[in-house]
């Protein structure tokens, strides 16, 4: 399995970005996928995940009423919008697939996909 993220870059506070995450090889019903972020410094941490087959979304609570994860099943990709961005979203966003979800922790991730740059300056 290959994840292809996009969809990073530099955004004022309160502003928006989408990002975007393609899997392509063999993938399953029963996966699930999601982001994480690291900061300068700081460790991976969990935003949102979404399961595949049932749509069920978990968010971290610095996610909850300003991030949204969605997925395409046709294209097999899985999106995350964000808005209100603020200065302390600024990091390296990570798409990631769990074979056995769910979980939320980085280490139980199974594939992971290059990380993206998300700037927000205030």
């Known amino acids: 399995v290959q994840l292809q993220a996009s969809g990073g870059g530099s955004v004022q506070a309160g502003g928006s970005l989408r990002l975007s995450c393609a899997a392509s090889?063999?993938?399953?019903?029963?996966?699930?996928m999601g982001w994480f972020r690291q900061a300068p410094g700081k460790v991976r941490e969990f935003v949102a995940i979404i399961r595949w087959s049932t749509g069920t979304t978990y968010y971290a609570d610095s996610a909850k009423g300003r991030f949204t994860i969605s997925r395409d099943n046709a294209k097999n990709t899985v999106y995350l919008q964000m808005n209100s961005l603020k200065p302390e979203d600024t990091a390296v966003y990570y798409c990631?697939?769990?074979?056995?979800?769910?979980?939320?922790?980085?280490?139980?991730?199974?594939?992971w996909g290059k990380g993206t740059l998300v700037t927000v300056s205030s």
């Open positions: 990631a697939l769990d074979r056995n979800p769910p979980d939320t922790s980085p280490d139980a991730m199974d594939y």
């Open positions: 090889g063999r993938t399953s019903s029963s996966y699930a």
